[in-house]
């Protein structure tokens, strides 16, 4: 065996892109992922309503009673039914139960949440979260009507 060689090989340049393809799907999932909590602020201008109803002409159609839950400027809440005599000081948990208590008496009862111009917008999305947990699902919000 004297004259034996080994086979010699071939050299080939070839790029393997199976790595590549990985690093890609990778990203291609990251990114899936990601951006949804990508959220970008538009500065908008809230529309005035001329057509709104008042909550005493929602009401005046049936004998349900209206109920407005009302948020000062320093977050403290008040309760009025039927524009009666408003209850302030009252907390979170307090008008939720008294809301309920209405709804329970007279269902078809319009809920209004109202909130003083200084009022922080968080403390609104608040309350309308709680009621949203209580099962209070209608609420409607209250605006002065545009001349």
């Known amino acids: 065996m004297a004259g034996y060689q080994p086979k010699k090989r071939k050299m080939t340049a070839e790029i393997n892109v199976v790595p590549y393809i990985d690093v890609m799907l990778v990203l ?3 990114f899936m992922v990601t951006s949804p909590f ?7 201008e809230l529309p005035k309503t001329s057509t709104a109803k008042s909550t005493a002409d929602l009401a005046e159609n049936s004998d349900a009673s209206y109920i407005i839950i009302e948020i000062d400027k320093a977050g403290n809440l008040g309760l009025s039914v039927n524009d009666e005599d408003v209850q302030r000081g009252l907390s979170l948990q307090d008008v ?11 269902p078809d009862s319009p809920v ?35 001349e």
Do not use: C, F, H, M
């Open 28 to 30: 291609l999932i990251i």
């Open 38 to 44: 990508i959220t970008q602020g538009v500065e908008v």
């Open 96 to 106: 939720i139960v008294r809301v309920k208590a209405e709804l329970s008496l007279k």
């Open 112 to 146: 209004a949440v109202g909130g003083d111009a200084a009022t922080p917008y968080a403390d609104i999305v608040l309350v309308l979260d709680e009621l949203s947990r209580a099962g209070i699902a209608k609420v409607g919000l209250l605006t002065d009507i545009k």
